[in-house]
């Protein structure tokens, strides 16, 4: 059973667009997740957001744990930006489980 | 930043092989994990440790025995190898339950 989804699946912008990411999940938790991983396969942890909103640089996510979702928005995309944002969360004890990801391209 | 590091980096091995996959992180991290990462399926969680000498089953590990011998090394051992474990190996390490540092990964291919 997948208890993180991810939307959309894919998506494809131009340079300097904004990105809105979104994860939901299917129990209430309190730890959320945001991991970016590369092409060519290394994760990187982005932010770590249980509730609220979070800014780290051009990235700014949201979640609102009692909707049981949370979002990542990317302003002023680079190409750099691009590659696979998963969402993870820590569903009651110290599992962790991830989303399937959402691959973004930015074109130039 | 945390250093996790992995070895091997790649690796083929034949249908019944035995694969040992190596993970160290050096910043006395209590939490070590290993995943294994499957188009369509996203990252899975096969064992996790909360410090030496101790070991949790993850949510896929069925065919998977892992160790966890020091704070600092975290291994994964396939004794009988299939093809349905050729993936992409992942071990991570955190302080807490909050954030995760990655290593880079092993390729695995079973024959």
């Known amino acids: 059973e997948q208890q993180v989804q991810q939307s959309p699946a894919s998506l494809v912008l131009q340079e300097a667009e904004n990105a809105e990411l979104q994860c939901s999940f299917s129990?209430?938790?309190?730890?959320v997740q945001w991991f970016y991983q590369r092409p060519g396969g290394r994760l990187v942890s982005l932010l770590y957001n249980p509730s609220g909103t979070k800014q780290s640089g051009r990235l700014t996510s949201t979640t609102v744990i009692k909707e049981r979702r949370s979002s990542l928005h990317i302003s002023s995309s680079q190409i750099t930006d691009s590659g696979t944002y998963l969402c993870?969360?820590?569903?009651?004890?110290?599992?962790?489980?991830f989303g399937a990801g959402t691959k973004l391209t930015i074109k130039p | 930043e945390a250093a996790v590091t992995q070895s091997p980096r790649n690796k083929v091995t034949v249908t019944g092989g035995n694969v040992t996959l190596s993970c160290r992180q050096t910043?006395?991290?209590?939490?070590m994990y290993w995943y294994r990462q499957d188009t369509g399926h996203g990252l899975r969680l096969i064992h996790y440790s909360y410090g030496a000498g101790n070991l949790q089953i993850g949510d896929v590990p069925d065919g998977y025995k892992a160790t966890r011998t020091t704070q600092e090394d975290f291994f994964l051992l396939l004794e009988l190898a299939s093809p349905s474990q050729t993936s992409l190996y992942f071990c991570a390490s955190s302080v807490d339950l909050d954030t995760q540092y990655f290593g880079p990964g092993t390729r695995l291919l079973v024959l």
């Open positions: 910043n006395s991290h209590n939490y």
């Open positions: 129990i209430f938790t309190n730890q």
């Open positions: 993870a969360i820590n569903y009651g004890n110290e599992k962790i489980t």
